[in-house]
C-alpha cells in the first residue's frame, strides 16, 4: 500500500463531510428545498448531492417529502420532494459578552432559539463577575425552559483569542481577561462543554447562515458598538487569521485625531466612532431630552442625529475602503448596536467607501446587519448546533 494512502483517504473523507455539512446548511435555512435547489445552489453534479442526501437522511438530520407527481406539461421526471432539517431532542446555548451587556439563548439542535435574555453588564473590567453573571443567566433561562443538560455552548468574548490555546491574548483590550480562558472557565461553571470565538467571528457566521450574508459567499461583517471588531468572510467561509485575530479595526489609529482610547493610546477609531461616542455627542445636541439619551440608536431621527450618525459613518468608511479594495467583497455587512442605527450611519460609510475604494465599490452591497444587533448570539447558537452535527 503506498504510504500516501491514509493521507488521501481522510482527505476524501473531510471532502465529503464539508459537502455534507454545506448542504444541511443550504437546507436548515432554505425553507422548501428540492435537490434540484441544491445541484443549482451548489455547482455540485447531482450524484454528489444524491449521495449527501441519501446520508443525510441515514443519519436522520433531514428528512425528505413528497410533493406529489409534476402536473401535465411540466415535462418527465423525479418530483421535486422537499428536504427539510430534522431537529434532534438535545439542546444548545450561545453567550454574547458585549463591553456593556450579556446575552445568552438557548437553542435546538439547529440551532433555532427556544429562549433568550440579557442583562447589561460592565465587561471589561470585571472578567470572573461577567463569566459568573452569564452563567447564572443560562442557568436561569434552563430552569424557566425546563432545559435541562445543553450538548454544547459556545461564547463570544469581545477581544482577540489565541486560536491555539483559547486564551485571551491582548494585554491593551479587555485588559482585565488577559490570559484568560474564557472556555475552561465558563465550562467549570456550567458542566457542559464550552467553545469561545471572537464576538465579531460568530456575527459574520449568523449572518452568513441566517441574515444578509446568505446571498454572498465573499463580504465583511463588521460590528461597531462599544468596541469595533471585523470578520471577512471569503467563500463561505468566516476568516479568522493564522492566530485566530484577525480583523481588530478598532485600534487602527487615524492621522490627526487625539481623543484617548481605552488601549492607552490616542486617535483610536472606536475613540472617535463607537456606540458610546455618538451617544456623548447625542447628549450635547439634545440637552436634557431622556428620549434621545436612553432610546435604542434605531429609533432615534431628527437632523442632528442624522448629522452625527453620518459624520460616524464617513468615518468608519474612511477605514473599511481600504479593506474593500483589498478584499473586493460582494457586500459590507455593518453589525452592533451602531452599525444598525439607521439609514444615515449606512449612506456615511457608503460615501466614504464610494470615494475611496474607487472601482471595488461599484457593485458592492452595504447595509446593516438583517439580524441586528443579536447577529453575535445567532451565530453562537448556530456554531454551538453545528459542533455537535461533528
Not at 449568523?206 to 458598538?225: I, P, Q, T
Amino acid at each position: 500500500m503506498s504510504a500516501t494512502t491514509p493521507t488521501s483517504s481522510r482527505a476524501h473523507t473531510s471532502a465529503r463531510d464539508q459537502t455534507r455539512e454545506l448542504l444541511f446548511d443550504i437546507i436548515r435555512s432554505g425553507g422548501s428545498v428540492t435537490r434540484t435547489d441544491l445541484v443549482d445552489a451548489t455547482g455540485l453534479s447531482r450524484s454528489t448531492v444524491n449521495n449527501a442526501v441519501t446520508r443525510l437522511m441515514e443519519m436522520g438530520r433531514i428528512s425528505e417529502t413528497e410533493i406529489g407527481p409534476k402536473g401535465p406539461g411540466t415535462g418527465s421526471g423525479r418530483a421535486g420532494n422537499v428536504l427539510s432539517a430534522v431537529a434532534a431532542g438535545s439542546h444548545v446555548a450561545g453567550i454574547d459578552f458585549g463591553h456593556t451587556h450579556i446575552s445568552v439563548a438557548i437553542a435546538d439542535s439547529l440551532g433555532s432559539v427556544v429562549a433568550e435574555t440579557s442583562a447589561p453588564f460592565g465587561v471589561d473590567l470585571q472578567a470572573m463577575e461577567a463569566l459568573d453573571t452569564a452563567a447564572d443567566l443560562l442557568r436561569s433561562l434552563s430552569a424557566e425552559t425546563g432545559i435541562g443538560d445543553l450538548a454544547e455552548v459556545t461564547a463570544g468574548i469581545p477581544g482577540p483569542l489565541d486560536a491555539a490555546t483559547g486564551l485571551v491574548c491582548s494585554p491593551t483590550i479587555l485588559a482585565r481577561w488577559v490570559g484568560l480562558d474564557p472556555a475552561a472557565e465558563l465550562q467549570r461553571r456550567l458542566g457542559a462543554h464550552v467553545r469561545t470565538e471572537n464576538d465579531a467571528y460568530l456575527g459574520a457566521l449568523g449572518e452568513r447562515l441566517a441574515g444578509a450574508g446568505r446571498a454572498h459567499a465573499d463580504f465583511l461583517y463588521v460590528k461597531v458598538s462599544d468596541g469595533i471588531g471585523a470578520c471577512p468572510v471569503l467563500n463561505g467561509q468566516p476568516y479568522r487569521g493564522s492566530r485566530g485575530i484577525a480583523g481588530e479595526l478598532g485600534h487602527t489609529q487615524l492621522p490627526g485625531r487625539s481623543e484617548p482610547c481605552r488601549c492607552g493610546r490616542r486617535g483610536c477609531l472606536e475613540a472617535v466612532v463607537s456606540s458610546g461616542v455618538v451617544r456623548e455627542q447625542i447628549r450635547v445636541t439634545h440637552p436634557g431630552d431622556p428620549f434621545a439619551l436612553t432610546a435604542a440608536l434605531q429609533d432615534l431621527d431628527d437632523p442632528p442625529i442624522r448629522r452625527v450618525l453620518d459624520e460616524a459613518g464617513r468615518t468608519l468608511g474612511g477605514v473599511l475602503a481600504d479593506l474593500v479594495s483589498l478584499l473586493n467583497p460582494a457586500a459590507l455587512i455593518l453589525g452592533g448596536e451602531l452599525g444598525t442605527a439607521g439609514p444615515s450611519f449606512v449612506a456615511g460609510v457608503r460615501a466614504e467607501v464610494d470615494h475611496r475604494a474607487l472601482a471595488a465599490s461599484a457593485d458592492l452591497e452595504i447595509r446593516s446587519a438583517e439580524l441586528g444587533t443579536r447577529a453575535e448570539l445567532i451565530g453562537a447558537v448556530m456554531h454551538a448546533a453545528a459542533s455537535i452535527r461533528r
